[in-house]
């Protein structure tokens, strides 16, 4: 059995394992979300949201498939920090944009580019505006023409990340920012291409900025080919880079790491906690558009921003009959996962 489980005083410990062999984080992300139910507990009108987050995966239930675990039952809080859930809307982004890249690339010729788009950093009460802001700029920037001519498809996050270098001008500041996928024709870097310098003067224009913004644009593509590699090779390669290229976009846009540091409840990062509590309420971090959005929408593919944070892959549906109920428990004495139950199904 690859997930599987040992003894700790006598309890059975949970051990989950991936298709890799790579044993997933259950522990780690609850040590987390406890953390940041602490920092949201220390903010009176959060008191309810650390509550939920206290909770957040408490009771695990699992079904056996394929000699693994596949989580079947749980409780989520939904909380727009909480480590536990940005980690499942992770996977279930990470695992939505692959099926969707595959689909697009087994029917269309296209090429994919990375493209991010910055502003400079702003205060915590600056933050909200600059978001709200930069998200109708996008609406502009993906409505001129040389963009419409030159991109088919696109993923696009917006992350934030809070400046923590005490040496920095910018220390305690926010760094909200687009990590953006663009799928465009085969023609495209011979044919309405366009330059990094056009995508800046493009981004700065929709931003409506006096100052210039560093915009960084990349092909996704594989190593240099080699006339000794065989066609498949060459498509492995590809797909391997690609693969990854679209996992590190796909990663869910706000960070655990960059919302709290250390393992103590401390005042800046309560302060932080407060500022991108506000500024992300009711916000969505990610968004599909052109015939990326047109395949999410075939697919039917649901929410992965706030949607079931239980059944994250295809494999979900296939649970029902599964002959063993795994059934853990997050114990306080520990800080870990403990099996109290294993259910055999007729």
Sequence with gaps: ????????????????????????????????????????AAV??????????????????????????????????????CPMCNWRRSLKIAF????????VNDREKVKWVFLTLTVRNVEGEELKPTMDQMTKAWNRFAGYAKFKKSVRGYFRAMEVTRNWDKESEWYGTYHPHFHVLLAVPTNYF??????QSEWTDMWQRAMQ??????????????????????????ELRKTILEQNAIFEVSKYPVKDTDVIRGNEVTPENIQT??????ALAYKRLISYGGLLKEIHKELQLSDAEDGDLIHIDEDSDELANGALDVMAYWHVGLNNYVISRRKTND
């Design 273 to 278: 906690v407060k500022d991108l509590d506000k």
């Design 209 to 234: 900025l006096d100052y210039t913004p560093i915009v960084h644009v990349a092909k996704v593509k594989p190593k240099a080919e080699s006339t000794n590699l065989v066609e498949v090779e060459q």
């Design 96 to 103: 939505q944009n692959k099926k969707i890249i595959q689909t």
């Design 1 to 40: 059995m690859e997930s599987s489980s040992y003894q700790d005083n006598g309890l059975e410990i949970l051990k989950d394992v991936d298709a890799n062999g790579k044993e997933r984080d259950w522990k780690g992300k609850k040590k987390r979300a406890r953390l940041m139910a602490k920092h949201h």
């Design 190 to 195: 011979s044919k309405n291409y366009i330059k």
């Design 44 to 81: 009176e009108k959060l008191a309810k949201k650390a509550e939920r987050m206290y909770d957040c995966g408490n009771y695990l239930v699992f079904k056996m498939k394929d000699g693994r675990l596949k989580l079947y039952q749980a409780y989520f809080c939904k909380a727009r920090l």
